[in-house]
């Protein structure tokens, strides 16, 4: 009987090994497939199999219904990896559950201030950042960690609901410097929650911080940990969690 923690190890393993099998199909843009020649890329078995299937064929296969085509034993064994290795992802049948998350108030529950850092966020998405920050807060809360650091943040909403609703210290790391500067200047809404609220409220605030980086190595975090406040000690360990657990399992992979 595994352990969580090599459970957990072991399908993050496999997903590794998937990936690098298939990181030609993951460099294939849909947008380039004239340009590219993305046909000439599949392997010749998938070519013979695909070349005589309709896409609502194809998408009946991907969606796992029943077909009589003869199938690559390679693209159902890409298929059933895929699904066992995912996450779950069912809908929550709560919809005043849901609800409740859309309407959350931040800034110390202002009524003027109500979504004040969402109010520029896309319905859809506002879905999701309420989802995934309580997904991220509660797993926080449980292991007790006070610092989130994330990975490809955008435009930095993620983070932004994680400091200045659910307290953390948060942190946002992404490689297009637009991205950065954008969110960067959705802080200027501070302002905004400054003129209704206490300067001692103010100060309590977590801001998020949004670094403008590439990492294409664990090495490169160091650089992180040059670019984070002195006084933001939470955020600086988190960092080195981060990179210590990259190193081990780098070591495992090898």
């Not at 947008?31 to 695909?50: A, M």
């Not at 009589?68 to 990896?81: E, G, N, Q, R």
């Not at 605030?205 to 160091?222: A, E, G, K, V, Y």
């Not at 002195?230 to 210590?244: F, G």
Request: overall charge neutral; some cysteine; proline content about 3%.
């Amino acid at each position: 009987m595994y352990s969580q923690e090599e459970t957990l190890r072991s399908t993050i393993d496999k997903s590794l090994k998937v990936i690098r099998l298939y990181d030609w199909l993951l460099n294939l843009y849909v947008l380039d497939f004239f340009v590219d020649n993305h046909w000439t890329k599949l392997p010749l078995s998938w070519q013979e199999c695909f070349q005589n299937i309709t896409p609502q064929d194809l998408g009946n296969i991907l969606s796992e219904v029943p077909t009589k085509h003869v199938l690559p034993l390679s693209f159902i064994s890409l298929i059933k990896a895929v699904k066992s290795l995912s996450l779950p992802r069912d809908k929550i049948s709560n919809k005043n559950k849901i609800g409740l998350l859309l309407s959350e108030d931040i800034c110390n529950g202002h009524p003027r201030l109500k979504n004040l850092f969402l109010k520029h966020v896309k319905l859809k998405k506002r879905h999701e950042i309420c989802l995934m920050s309580k997904v991220v807060s509660g797993v926080a809360v449980e292991s007790k960690c006070d610092a989130v650091v994330d990975f490809g943040s955008g435009l930095g909403h993620l983070v932004r609901v994680l400091a200045y609703n659910n307290n953390l210290y948060a942190a946002g790391i992404e490689c297009q410097s637009q991205l950065t500067e954008e969110a960067r200047s959705v802080q200027l809404l501070e302002y905004t929650a400054s003129k209704h609220l206490s300067e001692k409220n103010m100060s309590n605030f977590h801001r998020p911080i949004h670094l403008n980086m590439t990492l294409t190595s664990n090495t490169q975090l160091d650089e992180v940990h040059e670019e984070i406040p002195r006084n933001i000690k939470e955020l600086d360990k988190a960092v080195a969690e981060i990179q210590s657990t990259i190193e081990i399992f780098a070591l495992q992979s090898n």
